[in-house]
């Protein structure tokens, strides 16, 4: 029997996500959506689901590829997938006939189906290497103990950025006895070496996650073959659980809006900052958002300054850039450009340049 329309829409959206996968480093996931793009699916809850797929199941739609290699990883995390766990690490990269059969096995389990239901959620802490030297170039600036307010946050992790130890271009900073210690890539000279004193963090997602109770969802997503990022995330929520933080259910546009209306102490910064977050908060509140910090930037002083750090992508850039308006005086400055995941830092922003 032909394909439907959905499923066809379906395998092409593992198509594009095992290019992705392939370009961001995870030759394994690479090869699992490659196999579900082109293989027949057994007969299965999962198989009726993905060929009825109501939606756009592509990778900036509905993202059901992530949705399946999500749950598929997370089976193989729980023990519950043992013929899928021996083509993960820290096995090599199986034959695409043994992967594809163990994927076949692990369709048929009714129970895999429930990760369909829940789009992918990530926290990617190696994006805290360009956050913490943004966060630097603040400090540098404006050298008075700091309150971060932290948009789109998932679970909270970078908002404990500073508790995180970091060699940032042989600049040895933040928490050296920290369970988590990142060393980027780094290209340029090193970011500027002052202190960042944090008072206050706070943040806000739509769908806030807890370190302690999604530990294994947030680690599910996690490409299984990307052995820095998995270790990196296990040594964050390790940080997470003695290290709690506030952080709110809502809408960005409306939270900070909120926060900025409250009275600022004199003597303190303010740091608001998202990674790759923007993008998927409604126009309109990305308006409001922008607006109501520059309204708060119109207002500051030397006495009460404030940041709007960003590592996003934009349209006309290849790969995401971080950058940073700080007011009083409202410049904006490129620090740097960056690796998705934050593994490689290409900084811009020179050791002492305002
Ligand atoms: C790709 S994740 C990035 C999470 C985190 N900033 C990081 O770098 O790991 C985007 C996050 O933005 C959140 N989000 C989307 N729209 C939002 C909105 N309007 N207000 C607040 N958070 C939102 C999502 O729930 C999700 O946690």
């Known amino acids: 029997m032909p394909a439907s329309a959905a499923e066809q829409a379906v395998r092409a959206a593992f198509a594009e996500q095992a290019g992705w996968c392939r370009s961001l480093g995870s030759p394994l996931t690479a090869l699992v959506c490659d196999l579900l793009a082109e293989r027949p699916w057994p007969e299965s809850v999962v198989a009726r689901r993905l060929s009825e797929w109501p939606g756009d199941p592509r990778p900036s739609g509905d993202a059901v590829p992530l949705r399946l290699c999500g749950g598929l990883h997370a089976g193989v995390r729980s023990g519950a997938l043992s013929a899928l766990a021996e083509c993960y690490p820290p096995h090599v990269l199986p034959e695409r006939e043994q992967l594809g059969s163990a994927i076949d096995e692990a369709i048929v389990l009714p129970a895999l189906a429930e990760c369909l239901d829940r789009p992918p959620q990530t926290n990617e802490v190696g994006r805290a290497n360009a956050l913490f030297a943004g966060a630097l170039a603040f400090a540098d600036r404006f050298p008075v103990p700091v309150v971060l307010f932290e948009l789109g946050a998932s679970a909270g992790l970078n908002l404990r950025m500073d508790r995180f130890g970091y060699d940032l271009g042989g600049l040895r900073t933040g928490d050296p006895a920290s369970s988590l210690q990142l060393k980027p890539a780094w290209r340029g000279p090193p970011p500027p070496d002052s202190r960042v004193e944090v008072i206050e963090r706070r943040g806000v997602d739509l769908n806030p996650l807890d370190p302690v109770t999604d530990g294994d969802r947030l680690m599910a997503f996690v490409w299984a073959d990307q052995a820095d990022r998995v270790a990196q995330l296990e040594a964050a929520l390790k940080v997470a659980r003695t290290h709690p933080v506030t952080l709110d259910k ?30 998927y908060f409604a126009p309109e509140s990305q308006q409001r958002v922008a607006a109501a910090i520059e309204r708060s930037g119109k207002a500051a002083t030397p006495a009460t300054p404030i940041g709007w750090l960003r ?41 002492r340049g305002r």
């Open 250 to 279: 809502g809408d960005a546009a409306d939270w900070i809006e909120a926060r900025l209306a409250e009275p600022q102490r004199a003597g303190t910064s303010r740091l608001v900052y998202h990674s790759i977050a923007l993008q």
């Open 311 to 351: 590592f996003e992508r934009s349209p006309d850039d290849q790969d995401p850039t971080l950058r940073l308006r700080s007011w009083p005086g409202g410049q904006d400055r490129l620090l740097a450009t960056c690796h998705p995941h934050g593994g490689t830092i290409n900084w811009l922003g020179g050791a």
